[in-house]
């Protein structure tokens, strides 16, 4: 079995349990990564769902009506630095007719298999929905279930039966009991989904770990948020142009849940909803276990954004003499031992299955931090 652990919360830091939105931003920034075609020029007047981008075989479509600006070094947590600017001119044009509901009970393996890649349902035991959020603090994946929950629910159902996946399972935390109670009042219409209720520990939420934890193997696990993309897809015949974001810390008291559109300055979402009244507060982007800090100007919401914590800055502890008391090692759930990462030999093969995980450094009684003398010194 993996070793998970339970993470001592801090009370100052809250989480909302209502979702904002910030749909209309002035400036939309689309990621334009290498080998990338674009498919407009300056001022080419785009409408939602006009292709703009060609990255190696996906189209990236705007997700706004507006103007082609210009092309812009811009920074995120996509590896990319490049980014199409598109200006919202708040007319909505769309090039496709107003979203109609797919029925579901028409949705064929022909056209599952026309829309993604669908040989990953094939031959499965297991479906499982993961609405699980590793990192303390960030409850995006929770609510992307608690916001569509029916949908979802409706469309495992019918992926269950198309497929033959005898075993589907929604996976939640045991600490959002409102949301867990709209779940189970759904979950009467669909007695094969078992609703998993899993204790709240530090990475559960990794498919690996989560497998390991519910012991099955031959499984499709999937993330609650690529589920939104997947339903997108296949009920609403449309790109996902939204996301969720969770933004908390101990520096704001009024944490929220936002509806963003994907490609939206994460500056101007702060600004909208937030007066911060720390001076020189951290950003740090992803959570305090696998985050990293940013700098918000500038900074674009990409897929790979979850979060952001808005931080009162701290004084560095000061780290001191190693005690040898092996609780770095013990405690590291690839059984890797930190110590042992200045032997560049042992190093190189370390981070290889390293999670970034950050434990070793969080449990260590004097503060010695392995993201920077470690691992995630590069
Ligand atoms: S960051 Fe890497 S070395 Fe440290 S506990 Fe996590 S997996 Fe182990
Ligand atoms: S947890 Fe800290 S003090 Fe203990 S062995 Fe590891 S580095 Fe040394």
Redesign the pocket.
Known sequence: MQKLIELKKDENILVSSTISNFLSPDYLYLAIKNDSEILVSKKTSVKIGDPLIINNTQTITSPSSGLIKSIKKMSSLAKTEYFLEIENDFEERSNKPPITQNNLNKLTKEEINNLIDSHIFIDKDYLILNALDDEPYILTENFYLFAYYEEFLELLDNLSKIYNIPNVYVCVKSNSSTNINKLMSALGMYPHIELKILPDLYLLGKESFLCNYLNITNDLTIKASTFYSIYNTLVRKRSTFDKLITISGDALKNPMIIKVKIGTLLKDVVNEFFKITTPNPLFIANGLMMGQVINIDNFVITDEFLGLLIMKPKEPKESGK????????EVCPVSLN??LFNDKKYYEEAKKICLNCGL?SY????Y?NFFKEGVHYE
């Open positions: 190693c005690l040898n008391c092996s609780l770095c090692s930190p110590l070793c449990i260590c009684p004097v010695i």
